[in-house]
């Protein structure tokens, strides 16, 4: 299987949401493009949790408690990225270093396990190194799947 292969394409509700936390995300990311991935929060119960890289909650703090902030500090992160200079195609980079294989439903909740774990060679032959993981929540609204929040940054490996 691909990295850009969806997983889960016998499961219609996890299929969904790989779509939308992997493959929109990435494109949206590279492209600088909010206006993609907008409509996949619900703005309403939003809450981003930045874990700083640890393992230790304690660590941790509520830096989105709206949506508009954490949009905000996407774009940034976005403008950040598409001003380096890759050895590669971006999008292809992402992917590579990117794992969502774990998706648990319950009813209309689910959580998913996004991992970052690769590395994507800069023109300069440095390398940009992607090494954490985020736990999403999502809440199915009618026939769609929606982000209520996360748990990011966290430390992986």
């Known amino acids: 299987m691909t990295p850009r292969q969806n997983p889960f394409s016998n ?8 779509e939308m936390l992997v493959e929109r995300d990435i494109a949206a990311f ?8 907008a409509g996949d ?14 393992s230790n ?5 509520a830096a989105f408690p709206t949506l508009s902030v954490y949009r ?6 976005a403008a950040e990225t598409a ?5 590669e195609p971006l999008a292809d980079g992402i992917h590579r270093a990117t794992r969502l294989t774990e998706i648990d439903i ?8 996004k991992k970052f774990d690769g590395t994507i060679r800069r023109a300069n032959g440095s390398d940009d ?16 799947w929606k982000i209520t929040g996360f748990v990011g940054y966290m430390k992986y490996r």
């Open 106 to 113: 319950t009813g209309d909740v689910a959580l998913a396990r």
């Open 30 to 37: 590279v492209g600088q493009d909010w206006s993609m991935v």
């Open 57 to 61: 909650p304690d660590d941790w703090n």
């Open 72 to 77: 905000d500090e996407w774009l940034r992160q």
């Open 11 to 18: 499961d219609a509700d996890r299929a969904q949401i790989w």
């Open 83 to 87: 001003a380096t200079e890759f050895a």
């Open 41 to 54: 929060f619900d703005e309403q119960r939003f809450l981003g949790i930045h874990a700083h890289s640890s």
């Open 129 to 144: 190194v992607l090494n954490w993981q985020t736990l999403y929540f999502c809440r199915k609204a009618g026939d769609r």
